[in-house]
C-alpha cells in the first residue's frame, strides 16, 4: 500500500484512539467529577468572584443562553476596538496598520463565532498585541462557548425530568481550564520543539543564496497554532496558515495538527456516550458520521492522487498526484485527507490551497460544510446533528405509527418546528448569499464586483465556497476570490453570525424543552435510537435535506466545471 | 466616512445580538 496512504490511515486511527479516553474525560469534567486538573479549581474560582458570577446556581436553558450572548456581546465590542486602534497600540513591531471599519467587523464576528475566515493577512493586516490579545482570546473562548452549549445539552438529555441544567459559566470555565488548555500547553511545546517560532521580536532580516535581502516575518506562533486547531478555529498567524513552514514546520506537525483539529470533535461523540451512559449510542452517532466523512474522504484523495487531466495534457507528469497549490513536503493524500477534515469539522485551517483542487474535491469539501456534522465543529457539531437525529426520530415514529421519543421524551411539533428552521436558516443564508453575489457580479463585473478571477463555473464555486464557509463557520476558502471588500466583508459578516447562535439556540432549546418533559421509561414500543437501523435513517435524512439543499447549485458550480473538463 | 460605517456596523452588530436575545422567547413559545 501506498506509504502515504498508510499515513492517513495511522492518523486518523490514532485520533480515534486519543479521543475515546478524552471523551472519557470530558464527560467527568462536565459531570462534576475529581479530575487531573482539579488544581485550577482555585483560578476558575477567583475569576467567579471578580465577576459576581455564582457558578453553583443552576441555570435553566433560557437562563443559560442569555449568559452565552451576553458574553459573546461583550466579546464582539471588544473585538472591534482591538482591530480598529492596533496600528496605535503596543505589540506592533512591524508597524501594521489598523483595520478598516469593515475588515475589523468582518475579523471581529468571524473570531467571535469560531470560523477564524481571514480576509486579511496576518503578516501585514494584523499586530502581535492583536493577534494574542483579541484573536487568540477569542479561539479559546469561542472554542469553549461551543463545548459549554454541548454540556448543557449534555445534561438536559439525561432520564429525568428538570429545567435545570447546570450553570454555563461553570461549563465555560472548565471547558477552558481542564480542557483547552492543558491540551493547547502539551501541543504548543510539540511545536516549539519543532521549530515554530516564539518570538516577540519583528520582522527577521535574511540573505538568500542569491544574495537577494529577504524581511521575514515571525511572531509568537507557537502559543497561537495549538488552540488554532483544538478550538477547531483556523485562523493562521501567517496568511499562507499551515501551509506556511513556520506554521507548519515538517511532517511530524502536519500530523499533529491534524489530529488537534479533530480530536476534541470526535471526542465529544464519545464523551455524550459517557455522561449519559449510553456507548452504544454514541458509537451509533460516531459510525454514521465517520461513514460520511470517509464518502467525502477517499475520493478526494484518490481523486487527488490521479492528477489533473488537464495538466497531464500539457506534458506535465502526474505521477505525485494535482500538485499544484499544495506542498511537495506533504503530498497529495496527505493534503487531501486534511481538506476534507477541516471542512467536515469547522476548522477551516489549509495546508494547501482548495481553490487548487479537482472540481469534485472542491465539491466534497464544500459537502462537508453544507453538511456541518459529520464530526463538526468544537461542540457545535455534536449540536448540529442533535437536529438531524430529532428530524431522523420524528420521520422513524411516522414511519412505524409510534409517537416519536428520543432518550424516554415525546418529540412534538414545538421541537420539530425548531429543528426545521435551524436546518432551513443554512440553505437560505447560502444560497441567498451566493445569489447577491452572482447577481452584482452580473451589473458591473469590471470594477465594482471585480472580485472573480475565475468569471465561469468555478468562479460561482468561488462565491458558493465563501458563503458555505461563513454559514458553517469553517473559515476557509477559494482564495482565487477577492474578498477584502465593503461587500464581502459585511455580507459575510452576517451570514457568520446568523450561522453560529441561531444552530447553538435551537438545539440548546430543543434539548432544554426536552429535559421538562415527562420521563418514559423504555418499552418494547419504543423506537430504539441506537441501532444500525436508525443510524441508516439518520445517514439517509442527513442525505436527502442536503441533496434538496444544494445540489441545484452544485450543479452550476463544481459539477459544470467537471464536465466541462 | 470610516465613523459613520463604524457606527454602523457596531449598530449593526447589536441589532444582530438583538435578535438573539429575542429568538430564545421565539423558540420558548413557538
Not at chain 1, 15 to 38: H, M, R
Not at chain 1, 179 to 197: H, K
Not at chain 1, 248 to 277: D, S
Not at chain 1, 492 to 506: A, D, E, K, Q, S
Request: include cysteine.
Amino acid at each position: 500500500m501506498n506509504s502515504e496512504i498508510l499515513g492517513v490511515i495511522l492518523m486518523f486511527g490514532l485520533t480515534v484512539a486519543l479521543a475515546i479516553p478524552l471523551g472519557k474525560y470530558i464527560a467527568k469534567v462536565y459531570a462534576g467529577e475529581k479530575s487531573l486538573f482539579d488544581f485550577f479549581a482555585p483560578l476558575e474560582n477567583f475569576f467567579f468572584r471578580i465577576s459576581g458570577i455564582n457558578a453553583k446556581r443552576e441555570m435553566n436553558w433560557k437562563e443559560s443562553m442569555v449568559a452565552l450572548l451576553t458574553i459573546n456581546l461583550v466579546w464582539f465590542l471588544f473585538a472591534m476596538f482591538i482591530l480598529m486602534c492596533q496600528g496605535w497600540l503596543p505589540l506592533n513591531p512591524d508597524g501594521n496598520p489598523s483595520m478598516s471599519p469593515h475588515l475589523a467587523f468582518n475579523t471581529a464576528i468571524s473570531f467571535l463565532v469560531n470560523c477564524n475566515l481571514q480576509d486579511y493577512s496576518g503578516e501585514t493586516g494584523a499586530t502581535y498585541l492583536s493577534q494574542l490579545v483579541c484573536l487568540m482570546f477569542l479561539q479559546f473562548v469561542s472554542a469553549a462557548t461551543g463545548l459549554a452549549a454541548a454540556a448543557i445539552v449534555f445534561n438536559a438529555l439525561k432520564e429525568r425530568t428538570t429545567d435545570k441544567l447546570g450553570n454555563f459559566y461553570n461549563y465555560f470555565m472548565k471547558s477552558l481550564t481542564r480542557i483547552l488548555l492543558p491540551l493547547s500547553i502539551v501541543v504548543a511545546i510539540i511545536f516549539i520543539l519543532n521549530g515554530m517560532p516564539m518570538t516577540f521580536h519583528g520582522k527577521d532580516k535574511i540573505t538568500s543564496l542569491q544574495g537577494d535581502t529577504v524581511q521575514v516575518s515571525r511572531g509568537p506562533v507557537a502559543a497561537m497554532i495549538p488552540i488554532k486547531h483544538l478550538g477547531t478555529n483556523g485562523g493562521g498567524w501567517f496568511g499562507a496558515n499551515s501551509a506556511h513552514p513556520f506554521e507548519n514546520p515538517n511532517y511530524l506537525t502536519n500530523i499533529v495538527e491534524m489530529i488537534a483539529q479533530l480530536l476534541i470533535p470526535l471526542a465529544m461523540i464519545f464523551a455524550l456516550g459517557f455522561y449519559l451512559k449510553r456507548r452504544k449510542l454514541a458509537w451509533m452517532i460516531f459510525g454514521v458520521m465517520t461513514v460520511g466523512f470517509l464518502c467525502l474522504t477517499i475520493p478526494n484523495m484518490v481523486m487527488e492522487q490521479h492528477g489533473n487531466p488537464e495538466i497531464a495534457k500539457m506534458g506535465v507528469n502526474m505521477g505525485a498526484g494535482a500538485m499544484e497549490g499544495k506542498e511537495v513536503r506533504f503530498g497529495t493524500p496527505a493534503s487531501a485527507y486534511w481538506s476534507i477534515v477541516t471542512t467536515v469539522i469547522s476548522t477551516g485551517s489549509v495546508n494547501s490551497m482548495h481553490d487548487s483542487f479537482m472540481p469534485l474535491s472542491g465539491m466534497n469539501q464544500m459537502l462537508a460544510m453544507m453538511v456541518n456534522s459529520f464530526y463538526g465543529g468544537c461542540g457545535v457539531g455534536i449540536l448540529n446533528f442533535f437536529i438531524f437525529i430529532i428530524i431522523a426520530v420524528f420521520i422513524s415514529g411516522l414511519m412505524v405509527g409510534r409517537t416519536p421519543e428520543f432518550l424516554g421524551k415525546k418529540i412534538e411539533a414545538k421541537e420539530m418546528k425548531i429543528a426545521v428552521i435551524v436546518t432551513l436558516l443554512s440553505a437560505l443564508l447560502i444560497k441567498g448569499g451566493t445569489a447577491l453575489a452572482c447577481y452584482l457580479f452580473a451589473i458591473d463585473p469590471v470594477s465594482r464586483a471585480a472580485w472573480l478571477n475565475n468569471p465561469g463555473f468555478h468562479g460561482f464555486s468561488e462565491m458558493l465556497y465563501q458563503f458555505t464557509s461563513c454559514n458553517a463557520n469553517n473559515g476557509s476558502g477559494f482564495e482565487g476570490l477577492g474578498d477584502n471588500t465593503p461587500f464581502w466583508n459585511i455580507t459575510t459578516g452576517f451570514v457568520l453570525i446568523l450561522g453560529r447562535y441561531l444552530p447553538i439556540i435551537g438545539p440548546v432549546a430543543i434539548a432544554g424543552i426536552l429535559a421538562n418533559k415527562k420521563f418514559i421509561p423504555e418499552s418494547a414500543g419504543t423506537l430504539k435510537t441506537d441501532t444500525l437501523t436508525f443510524g441508516v435513517m439518520i445517514f439517509a435524512v442527513i442525505f436527502i435535506v442536503t441533496a434538496l439543499s444544494y445540489f441545484p447549485a452544485l450543479v452550476l458550480g463544481p459539477l459544470a466545471e467537471f464536465f466541462s473538463m | 466616512m470610516e465613523t459613520v460605517m463604524t457606527i454602523a456596523l457596531l449598530a449593526a452588530g447589536l441589532v444582530c445580538f438583538w435578535l438573539f436575545y429575542k429568538s430564545i422567547d421565539f423558540f420558548d413559545k413557538i
